[in-house]
């Protein structure tokens, strides 16, 4: 795999919310740096001082349970730890180039900062888009009134993964 050409979706798919907040778990980004989660956990356990609690966080039982429900594991643990996963936030993953000094890992660091930055960008996009439709829902009366509800409908993001589109072969 080319490290500087990590495609964005790939890093995109791996981002979740957790406690209203957009976080990669390590053994996600154990496998984009290229690091076994066991040493990738230990140099973060080296340096805990650089990840207070909203650059990252401890998954509590209950949030792993539900992750595993979610993912196939292995049955003796989060894909064979004993540990619970952490959540790194896009804080905790800058902070990651601090203590991960390999070329592969600067690249990977800067691929995973430019989707964090790309998704926040495509929220906004989508607010300032629901904002106007509002205003021009008010300037209008009910005769467009089916229009903006499919509209609305439209940009409603239900949470639930799209489906790929295309051929694969």
């Known amino acids: 795999m080319d490290i500087g050409l990590i495609p964005l979706e790939r890093i995109e798919n791996r981002i979740l919310v957790l406690r209203g907040k957009k976080v990669m778990l390590d053994r996600d980004l154990a496998e984009l740096y290229g690091v076994e989660t066991k040493v990738f956990k230990q140099s973060v356990k080296r340096n805990l001082k650089r990840f207070p609690d909203d650059f990252m966080f401890e998954l509590s039982l209950n949030e792993a349970q539900n992750l595993r429900s979610q993912f196939v594991t292995s049955s003796s643990g989060w894909g064979g730890s004993r540990y619970s996963p952490s959540a790194f936030t896009e804080q905790g ?3 990651l180039s601090s203590i991960l000094k ?6 990977v660091n800067i691929q995973i900062i430019r ?3 790309k998704l926040r960008e495509m929220i906004l996009e989508n607010d300032q888009l629901r904002r106007k439709l509002e205003v021009m829902e008010k300037q209008y009366d009910e005769q467009f009134k089916m229009v903006f509800d499919a509209l609305r409908r439209l940009l409603e993001d239900d949470g639930a993964p799209k489906p790929e589109i295309g051929f694969r072969g």
């Open 102 to 107: 390999s070329e592969r890992a600067i690249m």
């Open 115 to 117: 989707t964090f930055t």
């Open 93 to 95: 993953v800058a902070m």
